[in-house]
């Protein structure tokens, strides 16, 4: 609701009392016309829920006296100004709060810091009509196999949370009884609290829970709470690319909300299973080559495999120490922007467990063949 519409609200005649009605005569008129016109008391009868919507409101000014007070001040202030309130706003209020006289007068100026203002200062946001609340979110872990991190994958997760109760409908109370206004908060949802220094703030109402009623009996199943569990199965798409430990937000497949709200959102933490040969640094993906002694001395060409591929040829240089990497470019995990990583090849020189004779005779022939040069003879260099 806009500022000029609360301008043009005669919250007296919503509730029909005189404008100077005590507070005892406001509230007895507000439980009333509540009690007459609850969504609860007419199921489906949307004209007495639109009207119970005014009442609250309505009592939600007129029966805090400081709100009150400012409410009958601005009624007397634009009736001073030529009387537009409350059929309209004098010289020439619109709707969105147009000027008067060409002086560039903005309702919101006048309104906005008082209807944003809560407890007793202004117009508060407190409401008498159910609020819609959004679900709460839920946690889930699931285990999916090396290739489905770096593809995607699709899974299915059996829940459980937080639901209205199944019996009473998330009312708290037991079905066929009679709902009341809520003698705590009447009618609220909210009480105040003092929380020292002079300050104070709205809290939840601990007899009915928000809801604003209570019952003659409490719900057999849910003892008045209005809640319960649910166990449901969702499917769970999990993205190309992600990391093991990684959490995953999946919109709208929390719990349910409450009053038509929007319900939560999933979190699923990700644990990702090991690979046989391959690994994971980063977006990059690892693999370790055996290679022989003769290939990295000399130099060969190998065949590597990749994930989810076709293998591919890598080139070993004459020469090639052990531990050497090799990039094989756009083998590796997809990242966000739609690029892939690469695929890092660490070559593992074998030397064999035993030698028959003629590879032996080869082996001595190339250990003469050195002159006895001596590898680490650097190690013992004196000097920085």
Not at 67 to 83: H, L
Not at 124 to 135: K, N, V
Not at 301 to 311: A, D, M, N, R
Request: net charge positive; with cysteine; proline share 7%.
């Amino acid at each position: 609701m806009s500022n000029a519409d609360w301008a043009n609200r005669d919250f007296y005649k919503v509730l029909g009392v005189a404008k100077d009605a005590d507070q005892a005569a406001v509230k007895k008129a507000y439980r009333k016309l509540a009690r007459e016109n609850h969504p609860d008391s007419k199921p489906g009868d949307k004209a007495a829920e639109e009207r119970f919507k005014q009442i609250a409101e309505a009592y939600d000014v007129l029966g805090d006296a400081a709100k009150r007070k400012e409410y009958d001040d601005m009624r007397s202030m634009f009736a001073g100004a030529g009387g537009g309130f409350p059929g309209g706003f004098p010289g020439g209020f619109g709707q969105g709060g147009g000027s008067a006289g060409g002086g560039g007068f903005d309702l919101s100026d006048l309104f906005g810091d008082m209807f944003s203002r809560g407890g007793g200062g202004g117009f508060g946001t407190r409401t008498r009509t159910p609020r819609a609340a959004r679900g709460a979110d839920v946690e889930a872990e699931a285990t999916i196999p090396f290739e489905g991190s770096i593809d995607g994958t699709t899974i299915s997760l059996r829940l459980s949370s937080d639901a209205p109760c199944p019996t009473c409908s998330g009312t708290g109370g037991k079905p066929g009884t009679k709902p009341h206004i809520c003698p705590t908060c009447e009618g609220a949802g909210v009480v105040v609290s003092s929380v020292g220094g002079g300050f104070s703030m709205n809290e939840t109402c601990p007899e009915c829970h928000g809801r604003q009623l209570v019952y003659d009996e409490a719900c057999p199943t849910c003892h008045g709470s209005g809640r319960g569990m649910s166990s449901r199965a969702v499917s769970a798409r999990i993205p190309a690319g992600v990391k093991d430990g990684q959490k995953i937000r999946l919109k709208g497949k929390g719990a349910a909300g409450e009053n038509g709200g929007p319900p939560g959102d999933l979190l699923v933490t990700v644990h990702v299973k090991g690979h046989r040969i391959f690994g994971r640094k980063g977006d990059n993906l690892t693999l370790e080559v055996p290679v022989t002694f003769d290939e990295a001395a000399l130099g060969s060409e190998i065949k590597v495999p990749t994930l989810g591929g076709s293998p591919v040829t890598l080139r070993i240089p004459p020469g090639t120490p052990n531990g050497r990497v090799f990039r094989v470019r756009g083998r590796g995990a997809p990242r966000k922007d739609g690029t892939k990583g690469d695929l890092l090849v660490t070559v593992d020189v074998q030397v064999p467990d035993a030698l028959d004779e003629a590879t032996r005779a080869a082996v001595t022939a190339y250990r003469d063949a050195r002159s006895g040069a001596d590898p680490r003879a650097a190690l013992f260099q004196g000097g920085a």
